[in-house]
């Protein structure tokens, strides 16, 4: 059987531009499938991708996209990265922009247009192209499986990830003709949401399979506490809906590989050299002190609430802690206040990936207290770094860390600290039962060791999706 061609849709993947766990999905599934697919990955040429460092040129096509009246240019762009063919979409009012989305806590108002001119693009490229499969994901890709399915002339077909329901992409409905959408849609059972337009629900209505990033956030969303509104609608589609765990990738995020780090490392011992050189970088006193560590976008979603009541509480503590991220600025006050008085907390605003990897090499624990998780990437390089992970056991975080308390040497699945309700006392509890874990010190290493060992890699997943494009292209060869 030949391979099938695939198109793999995002608005970010590593290293061209990231915000989140999307760019990291995007970056690492498709290199884990190019065995077996034929695959191209695409997104948005923002201006502040690097070209020049990644060879990226113009391929010679344009496409205009004509929409409510009004022509965008469309230039498309490639480049060979690591084995991997990327297809970039050049348009001026979708790239040429500072931040992907916007700034932080203020989007860009016109992101529906922007997105818009994206998704349009595709369908372009889908016209003059054929391929088997478009995996899409995320709101920013949404539109495309009801371009297609407007356009009747296409052939490929439809998987669509959520990466995470709370961003919809939901737009004032007047848009609806500037950005070249047929008012037809405009209903409950389509795209119409509380009066808005819906990229996200094009992309559930019309996609012929519809994937979500781990098997306990696919269950959750179908209730009102996680469906984001939307819990009716899936209900509606859960037929063709799936959860399949992200991996991560093993060469970037591997201790003995990595770059990032002064002394890559295989054993504890290599480990403890990167605790020692990163505690004195940031200033911090106390080797034999477990490091607690927090990574990431400072946002409702992540717990900031919990974390920012549960650190004054946990400073006193025999432990160090360190934070890195960068969000909504009343998390980075209240971060700041408790720190500003607490020797032992060291806080970095802002986004570092080199810096990242060395605090994960660092680290005792992840502290990782998220509300709700799709899948959660933090907690899987943590247990690859040699840590274990306290976490909230909800969405990616129950399927991917079990509770050490039933520690099995024989399972091939990651070991830590999860606690159930998001409670500043049960997230206590569980930093509490950590620090008591690390005075038994061989029992930890143990834990640890088994954690580095552990397979967190795409292989099984990307199989998932592998047998997901054979099962929608088979289904239409039979009708
Ligand atoms: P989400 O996509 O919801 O932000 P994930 O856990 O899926 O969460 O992925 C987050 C990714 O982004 C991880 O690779 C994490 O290490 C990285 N990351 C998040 N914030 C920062 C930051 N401030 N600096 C460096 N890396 C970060
Ligand atoms: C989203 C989710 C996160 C997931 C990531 C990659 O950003 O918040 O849980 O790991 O997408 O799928």
Not at 191 to 218: L, N, R
């Amino acid at each position: 059987m030949s391979k099938p061609r695939v198109l793999f849709a995002a608005s970010e993947v590593y290293p061209f531009a990231k915000s989140g766990g999307l760019a990291d999905v995007a970056h690492s599934l498709p290199r884990a499938l190019n065995t077996d697919c034929d695959l191209h990955v695409i997104m948005p040429l923002y201006q502040f991708v690097d070209r020049e460092r990644f060879a990226i040129v113009a391929l010679g096509e344009h496409f205009d996209v004509a929409i409510g009246g009004v022509v965008y240019p469309v230039e498309l762009y490639g480049c060979v990265y690591e084995g991997l063919d990327y297809r970039f979409i050049y348009s001026p009012l979708l790239c040429d922009r500072d931040f992907l989305y916007g700034p932080p806590e203020r989007g860009y108002d016109d992101n529906a247009l922007r997105f818009a001119i994206f998704n349009h693009a595709i369908l372009a490229l889908l016209k003059k192209h054929t391929y088997d499969i478009s995996h899409l994901n995320d709101w920013q890709c949404g539109l495309v499986p009801l371009l297609i399915k407007d356009d009747q002339t296409i052939r490929t077909k439809t998987l669509f990830t959520i990466h995470n329901l709370a961003y919809q992409g939901a737009f004032n409905s007047s848009i609806l003709n500037e950005i070249g959408i047929d008012a037809k849609h405009f209903t409950m059972d389509a795209i119409e949401f509380y009066g808005e337009v819906s990229f996200m629900k094009a992309g559930i209505a019309y996609a012929d399979a519809v994937t979500t990033v781990s098997p306990t956030y696919a269950k959750e969303i179908l209730t009102a506490e996680f469906g984001c509104g939307l819990e009716g609608f899936l209900e509606h589609h859960k037929n063709k809906l799936t959860g399949i765990i992200n991996g991560i990738d093993a060469e970037h995020f591997s201790p003995s590989e990595d770059k990032a780090l002064s002394v890559p490392y295989v054993d504890l011992r290599g480990k403890n050299s990167n605790k020692n050189a990163y505690l004195k970088e940031v200033g911090l006193s106390g080797v034999k002190k477990p490091l607690f560590i927090f990574v990431g976008r400072f946002t409702w979603q992540k717990g900031m609430e919990l974390l920012t009541e549960v650190l004054g509480k946990m400073a006193p503590k025999a432990c160090n802690i360190a934070i890195l991220g960068e969000g909504e600025e009343k998390y980075h006050d209240a971060l700041k206040r408790v720190a500003d008085k607490e020797s032992n907390i060291h806080l970095a605003f802002g986004y570092d990936e080199s810096l990242s990897h060395r605090m994960y090499a660092a680290a005792d624990f992840l502290l990782m207290p998220s509300l709700f998780e799709p899948c959660g990437l933090n907690q899987m390089i943590a247990m690859q770094y040699g840590e274990l992970p306290v976490v909230h056991h909800v969405g990616g975080l129950a399927d991917t860390v079990c509770d050490y308390k039933e520690f099995n040497t024989k399972s091939a699945k990651g070991y830590g600290i999860p606690f159930n309700e998001p409670s500043p006392t049960a997230f206590l509890n569980a930093i509490d039962q950590a620090l008591a874990l690390y005075t038994n010190k061989a029992y930890y290493n143990k834990i640890v060791k088994h954690n580095m060992l552990c397979d967190f890699s795409w292989q099984e997943s990307a199989n998932s999706y592998r047998k997901l494009y054979d099962n929608i292209t088979q289904e239409s060869s039979h009708g």
